[in-house]
Every structure is written in C-alpha cells, then in structure tokens.
C-alpha cells in the first residue's frame, strides 16, 4: 500500500505542469461569474497544498498559478458585470434566482471597495460582488487594487492549511502508512463537509422551496401510502425533514460501520491488527500523569453520572408530560444493554488487560451506554434549543463519548474495535428511537434554552460527588511480561528464525527490513555506536522543526521521525552524516521479548533497522527526507567505516534480508 502511495505521488510530480494548470483553473473557475458557485476552488488549494507539503509541487509556483488564476477570474467577472449590466438580469441563473444578485448588492453598498476583499472568503458572493461591481461602475483601477490584494491574502489563507496538513501526513507516514490514511480520510470528510455544509446552505432557501413543490404536487397526485408519507413531511405541525434525512442516514451509516467492524472482529482482519498495535503504543506511552487524568475524564461515562443524567430526563419529561419519550428513553438503554450483552457471551473476546479476564468486551457495553445517554440527551436538547446551541451540544456529547472511548482503550478495559463497534451499534440505535420519536410525535416541543445549563450543573455535581467521595484512580495494569530467556546457541541456530524480517508499522503492514539483532544492554549499545561516529538521533523540538524551512541545513540537523514496531516506539535512535550533507544514516531499535542468558545474567535481545535517507532539495522551503530503499536494504558491514563495535556472531539470510547477529564485547 506505501509503495502505491510513493509511486502517486512520483506520477504527480512527474506531471507539475498538468497539477499547476489544475490550480490555475480551480482558482479561475471559481472566481468566475455563475460559475464560481459550484466549483469547489478553495478543496483545490487545499488538495495543492497537501501536494507541496509532500514534496510533489513546489509551493512559489503553486502561489503564483493561483493568485494569477484568481485575479484573472474576478477580472472577468468584473468586466461581463460591466460589459452586460442592463442584460445580465435576463441570464441565468439571475433569472431564476434574483436574489443572487441582490445579496450581492446590498454587501458591495454596506461594505463599498472592501467587498471585493471580502467576497473572496465567502462562498456564495465570491463570484458575484465582482460582477456587481462592473455593473455599479466601479472604477477599474481601484477594482484591481482590491482585487489583486484579495488573491495575495486568498490564495496563502487556502493554500498554506493544505501544506501543514501534507507535511503531517508524511510525518505521520514514518510511524504508519495506515496513520496516514485514516489521517487523510479524517481531514477530507471534515474538508468536504464544511465545504458541502456552505454550499448546500447557500442554496438551501432556493432548493427547499423548488422541492417541497414537487413534492407536494406529487403527493396530490398519489394518494396511496408513499402520498400519505410525504404529505405527512410536508405538514407544518410535522418536524423538520433535516431532523428526520440526517437521522435516517445516521442510522444507515452507522449499522453499516458496526457490521463491517463486526466481520473484522470474526474473521481477524487487518482492524484486529490495529487493535493490537494501538494497544502496545498506548502502554508504551503510559505515565502516572496521564493515567490520573484520564482516571478524571472517565468519570464522564461512569455509572454514577449516567444514572444521575438518566434521573434528570425521567424528571425532565415528567415536567413536560412526555410519557412516550420516558419509554423511548429507558427502552434505549436498556434493550441495548441487553442486545450488547448477548454479543459479547455469543463472541466471548478477552479484553487486553488481562487482569480484566473474567469480562468479554465485544461490543463494549460501557461505550454504548455512554453513547445511549449522551446522544438520546443531546437529541432531546437539539429540538429544544437554537441551531448554533443545538450543534455546540452536539459536538460536546461527541467529544465526552471520545474521551471515554479513549480512556478505557488506554486503560485497557477493551479494544479499539470494540470501542467502535458499541459506539456505532449504539448510534444507530440511538437515530432508530429518534426518527422513532420525531414520527410518532410530530409536534415541535416546547423551547428550553437554559437546559443545557441545567445538564451541565448534574454532570458536574455528578463527578464532584464521585471525587469526593470515592476519588478515582487507574485501573490496575497488566504487568508488562518478562522478557523469554534463551541460552545464545539457541538464539544463533534457531531463534533469530522466529523474530521478524521486517518492521510491522500500526496495521501490520511490512516496512524496512530489521538487518540487526544485537545482544546487549541499551548503555553499552550507546557507548559502541558514539565511538564509532553515531549520535544520538535529534529529537523533535522547536530547533529541528524550524530547520525544516532552513534554506540550508544539512540531514543531520533534521529531526529524527518516530517509528513503531507493533505499535512500540523504537527504544534507541541514533544517526551520523552520511557521504554528502544532504545525507544520514537514521539506526533504530526496539525490544525482541527475548534476553539471552549468560550464567546468572541475562543481557537483552534488541532488533534493528537501518536506514539511509537522503535530503530533498527541491521542495525547499519544506525540506523533506526520503528514506533510500534501495540503500536501506544494504548489509551496513559492507559499508566502509560502517561498524558498529560489536562482535559479528553470524550473518544469517531472513527470507532474502541479511540480518547479522551481533554481541558486545564482554570486558
């Protein structure tokens, strides 16, 4: 999959020319009168940004086709607003939708020269002030002023998130290629959203209206059961149709996440990898600090708070005599517990924390109570609260049933594919008694904006008391497995056989080759490779990340990228210059489970990879380095000056990779 990835990229850098007229259409089209309303310019500038931050575009040409692009389309908007001011009322879609140019009149009057500035960072009056201001008159050179000032604050404001984000990715794609997609596809859903969120809302009124006639005519037509439905939808007293689409498509997608997640889990798919190796990193990372505080966090989705937040909403719908939604309420959580319940004795899946033996966890039943309360208590308050309120509610309970996932995934009451799939057999449960609820009781409730005041006072009366009262502390851990003892014959004849060829990065895909294992402990490893000429690896700080923009700088002033084998950090990281200053050789290693025995001592078994990575000049001002695989699969023996200070046990062949097996000398 990495190599798929690299060679996308190779092939785009191959074709820049094509990429940079990509940006300067988007960036032209989007300007463009009429146009420019459906064309999503700015995902554009952000998806070249992402490309310059990988190295494929160089990030001065970028700025330059795009700011030509977008002076040269407002340009043309300006001059058909000019040119056809008496006639342009006729064209479509001004003629269908008058309203268009009138929003573009009344912010160039309440904003003069400075709307031209200004539409250029709002969606649907981007291609329209400027053809207003043909129309008006406004004079050409003052028009351009503001015109080429807008595409120079445009232009960077779009271009420059995508870079960060691109850069990020091929951070994170030393740790893990499958990092780096879940990475992109997080950022491209929340991208593309916000962009379809603006669009949609921009034409809401104008869609709405066209549709519910249709829709009614239709419904006039029909008299049958499909009529009656969509008669229903178009009632006044009947809840908003948004309310019930986005339930609906909550419920489908998130069935189809729990049943996906669901074969994984059965058939022991590559998500089960990940769970393993998100588990390893998370121990890995472990502190007392960080255990206290998400010990804190947990509270949120603890039995006390969610009973407490359940007691407030019986009293809450008794107040306001809406027996039906007590009932939806208290069904949801309990025949979801249930359901829960009968999966986890039907999967019998053991959590990681093995002192935690006794409980199956598939799906987890803690994660979908917290989503039960949480989601059914930011529904009610969504219908009874402003839009604005509605979605910061929204947004909260998602982040507390984050928080509480997260927490007893560190902790390890569960794995991260169980977290998943109770969070989405619970969501869909959640929409299912909702669109339920907003069926059966189509009238709008009664507005109650000071309840979230009110939740929020429980939740922290709530977790006050359990701090008080019984103060909460991590779980205890597993213990962390002592390593397995081997006499040194049998790691030299047959264990080096058992330990990996390759570095498994978080899903278990195959990275570099591990040509190393080396018996020794970590200082004495240290003190051999300084003495030959290795230093310890530059670690990530504000100095090294600023060398990244440093026009020149040599490879070992870069920082040094974390990796992980099975989730868990390398344990040692040392480098040294390579044949030129835009070279380095970057040797990690990391634990085997192993230690080899040698009387009543046992020295541990360490594997290794090697890699040399070479400077990227040509994407200055972001220097990036790319790992040479041809020359990171190289025996270092061979290299000249290449040693290590170790005695060379055996060179053994793993499936085509040289590994040799080294030792330090005993004193």
């Not at 140019?101 to 250029?120: E, I, N, P, T």
């Not at 541990?604 to 790319?626: C, D, K, Q, Y």
């Amino acid at each position: 999959m990495e190599h798929a990835y690299i060679h996308l990229l190779h092939q785009l850098a191959g074709h820049s020319a094509w990429m940079l007229t990509v940006v300067f259409l988007a960036a032209f089209l989007e300007a463009l009168a009429v146009v420019g309303t459906f064309v999503p310019g700015s995902t554009a500038m952000f998806l070249a940004g992402a490309l310059t931050g990988t190295g494929s575009l160089s990030l001065g040409w970028v700025f330059v086709w795009a700011i030509v692009g977008a002076i040269a389309g407002d340009g043309m908007s300006f001059w058909i607003g000019g040119r056809y001011k008496e006639r342009i009322v006729q064209l479509w879609p001004f003629r269908k939708h008058p309203e268009l140019l009138d929003a573009g009149h009344r912010f160039f009057h309440k904003h003069g020269v400075k709307s031209v500035v200004l539409a250029r960072f709002i969606g649907p009056l981007r291609a329209i002030v400027p053809v207003v201001a043909g129309m008006l008159g406004m004079p050409p050179l003052r028009f351009y002023a503001m015109n080429v000032l807008s595409a120079l604050l445009w232009a960077p404001a779009h271009i420059l998130p995508g870079v960060v984000f691109g850069a990020s990715v091929l951070l994170a794609g030393a740790v893990s290629f499958r990092l780096v997609v879940i990475l992109a596809l997080l950022v491209c859903i929340v991208w593309l959203s916000f962009r379809g969120a603006g669009f949609l809302l921009s034409h809401a009124n104008a869609w709405s209206s066209a549709a519910g006639r249709h829709l009614g005519d239709w419904a006039c037509r029909h008299p049958g059961p499909l009529g009656r439905v969509a008669r229903k939808m178009l009632d006044p007293e009947t809840p908003d149709a948004t309310y019930i689409l986005v339930t609906s498509l909550i419920v489908l997608v998130a069935g189809a996440l729990f049943i996906g997640v669901l074969g994984d889990v059965v058939n022991g798919d590559p998500l089960t990898a990940v769970d393993l190796s998100v588990y390893h990193f998370l121990q890995s990372v472990r502190t007392p600090w960080s255990d206290s505080v998400l010990a804190g966090l947990e509270t949120l989705g603890s039995g006390a708070t969610l009973t407490a937040l359940i007691a407030m909403v019986v009293v809450w719908m008794l107040w306001e005599r809406r027996w039906r939604t007590i009932g939806y309420w208290l069904a949801a959580v309990v025949f979801s517990q249930l359901l829960i319940f009968g999966l986890q004795f039907a999967m019998h899946r053991a959590p990681p924390n093995e002192l935690m033996s006794a409980h199956y966890v598939f799906p987890s039943n803690h994660v979908a109570a917290t989503v039960i309360v949480y989601g059914f208590l930011s529904f009610l308050l969504a219908r009874r609260v402003g839009m604005l309120v509605g979605v910061l509610v929204a947004a909260v309970s998602t982040i507390v049933v984050i928080v509480v996932a997260l927490a007893g995934v560190y902790f390890g009451r569960y794995w991260l594919s169980d977290a998943i799939g109770g969070a989405a057999l619970a969501y869909a449960w959640v929409a299912l008694v909702a669109l339920t609820a907003m069926w059966r009781h189509p009238q709008a409730p009664p507005r109650r904006t000071f309840m979230p005041a009110v939740v929020l006072a429980v939740i922290l009366l709530s977790v006050g008391v359990q701090f008080r009262v019984n103060p909460p502390a991590p779980p205890a851990s597993a213990q962390r497995a002592a390593p397995v003892l081997v006499t040194q014959s049998e790691w030299t004849l047959s264990l080096w056989k058992r330990l990996p060829c390759y570095r498994s990065d978080m899903g278990g895909d195959r990275e570099e080759p591990l040509t190393l294992q080396w018996v020794s402990d970590l200082d004495a490893i240290r003190g051999q490779l300084r003495a030959h000429g290795w230093v310890e690896g530059t670690d990530v700080s504000a100095h090294s990340l600023l060398s990244l923009a440093s026009p020149d700088v040599a490879a070992v002033s870069l920082p040094v990228l974390p990796k992980l084998n099975n989730g868990v950090p390398s344990s040692l990281v040392f480098m040294r210059p390579g044949d030129t200053r835009a070279e380095r050789d970057v040797l990690r290693f990391w634990p085997s489970g192993y230690a080899v025995a040698n009387g009543n001592t046992a020295t541990p078994l360490w594997v290794g990879a090697l890699a040399h990575e070479r400077l990227s000049r040509r994407t200055w001002p972001i220097n990036i380095l790319r790992v040479d695989r041809q020359a990171a699969a190289f025996d270092a023996r061979e290299k000249p000056g290449a040693g290590f200070g170790a005695a060379i046990l055996a060179k053994v062949d793993c499936h085509g990779v040289p590994v040799s097996l080294l030792a330090s000398p005993v004193d």
